[in-house]
């Protein structure tokens, strides 16, 4: 059965993309803890990050360094925060939060709330950053 991931992947659920290319999917997270929270994901369904094959791993990695840039010019933060649980979706992510302060680096806190309007603002400023 496909992950929420591959559905969203394959635009059978919306989401809002902050940056795509052949190979990877940023998109923000729904439950953030910080404005710009985003999840960067293959779009190759692989459970765990370390099951992926080295070039998907090192590309991911490329690719989320590209995105956190993005977040970097777009959110107002000290540092884009990177984290890999990799247990509530079983599709390999990387969690990337713009954060002032390092509690908004817990991903089991409470989670802020933005209206599709503001999602949609949010990814299309860190859109128009990504390069």
Do not use: W
């Amino acid at each position: 059965m496909a992950s929420i991931f591959t559905k969203i992947i394959n635009g059978e659920i919306p989401s809002h993309k902050v940056a795509e290319t052949d190979d990877y999917l940023a998109f923000l997270d729904i439950h953030p803890t910080a404005k710009g929270h985003t999840l960067c994901v293959p779009k190759k369904e692989v459970d765990y990050i370390f099951d992926l094959d080295d070039d998907t791993l090192s590309g991911l990695m490329r690719f989320s360094k590209r995105v956190a840039k993005a977040l970097e010019a777009s959110i107002v933060c000290k540092r884009v925060g990177v984290l890999v649980i990799g247990t509530e979706v079983p599709h390999a992510h990387v969690h990337l939060i713009p954060f002032q302060s390092e509690r908004q680096m817990d991903i089991s806190s409470s989670k802020l709330q933005y209206s599709s309007e503001e999602m949609a603002e949010i990814a299309s400023a860190i859109r128009s950053n990504f390069v």
